[in-house]
């Protein structure tokens, strides 16, 4: 009898079992069941914002869901990484991250997730050029004249950043650094309300990314005099590199992709690279990626995953050579 019941009990157990996992997988397969949430960790008008929605929008076309766009700005993007590392791991919290990410492991001396093991990456989704550009009340037409106006008169300049301890603030510092200046550095919390005080006159210059000033570039707003790329961007083929304007080997650019929670299933991170990708790769995706100065890159988790690796270990020098540091 006592063996019998133990017979039972076993059977019982493994039935459960069966049904957990049949329950996992059926779970899965009808994954997306409701709404999916992309996190930006900006506010709303910078490029984070603007890629989301690109993508949010074709997105929600291919799972039949809708993906909504939902800004959680702060601390330099990383309360939006924060929280979207502890969301259920479920595919319904997605993050559109950015280099900036790569970048706050080192400024921040304390960070409450750890951005390389507490997200899962998806896919890089495009390439964006940073570019100096001035109000035009500052009496600089080209990289030397500005570098001459810093000279003489150090901390007297000021630039914007999206925050401290994101891309264009690194860039800003790495341009103080290769160029022997001295500026000031206003963080905000997103291109939206830097670009209305750099247009103010407010500030004097900022490094953002291409694609909240371009319109600005374009109307005589603002004056762009490099970009930090290696190349020049095709959606300013007339404006230089600050590597052909005197600061030799000067490269650095902002990328941003998809991830989410790091224990998301595997074959919802799957199915999520192959509809964004496919998005990405789409001509109607190209025309509006060229039209915002940015370049598409889609590529696989694992791509994606080397690229956050390297850009730490890379950033993580730069951050320490311009001894740029947050409590």
């Known amino acids: 009898m006592h063996q019998f019941k133990l017979k039972f009990s076993t059977l019982l157990q493994a039935a459960a079992l069966t049904l ?17 949430s992309l996190v930006v960790p900006f506010p709303a008008g910078g490029t984070t914002d603007v890629l989301a929605r ?11 869901q809708p993906v909504i766009v939902e800004s959680r700005p702060g601390a330099g993007a990383t309360l939006g990484a924060d929280y979207v590392a502890k969301a259920k791991p479920d595919g319904y919290t997605l993050l559109m991250g950015a280099v900036h990410h790569t970048i706050a492991t080192s400024v921040y001396k304390k960070l409450a997730y750890d951005f390389q093991k507490d997200l899962a990456p998806i896919t890089t989704v495009a390439l964006v050029p940073n570019v100096l550009v001035v109000n035009p009340n500052v009496p600089a037409k080209h990289v030397k004249e500005l570098l001459a106006l810093a000279k003489a008169d150090p901390g007297k300049l000021t630039y914007g950043s999206n925050g401290n301890g994101t891309g264009q603030h690194l860039i800003g510092a790495q341009f103080e650094g290769m160029g022997g200046v001295q500026l000031l550095h206003v963080p905000y919390k997103g291109s939206g309300p830097l670009t209305t005080d750099l247009l103010g006159g407010q500030i004097s210059m900022s490094f953002d990314t291409i694609t909240p000033v371009l319109p600005q570039i374009k109307a005589g707003k603002l004056r ?11 959606a300013l083929p007339d404006v230089p590199t600050l590597d052909e304007s005197g600061l030799k080997g000067f490269n650095l650019g902002t990328w941003f992709g998809v991830l989410a929670p790091a224990a998301t299933p595997r074959d919802i991170v799957s199915r999520l690279n ?13 025309k509006k990626m060229d039209d915002i100065g940015a370049e598409p890159i889609g590529n696989t988790p694992e791509q994606m995953a080397k690229q956050i690796k390297d850009d730490t270990e890379r950033f993580a020098k730069l951050v320490k050579d311009a001894k740029v540091s947050i409590e």
């Open 20 to 36: 957990g996992l049949a329950g996992g997988s059926a779970m899965a397969q009808a994954w997306p069941s409701r709404p999916i």
């Open 224 to 234: 762009a005099l490099a970009v930090t790329t290696a190349t020049r961007s095709k």
């Open 274 to 286: 192959t509809e964004i990708v496919k998005i990405i790769n789409s001509p109607e995706f190209k």
């Open 54 to 64: 690109a993508v949010g929008q074709e997105l929600s076309k291919s799972l039949g």
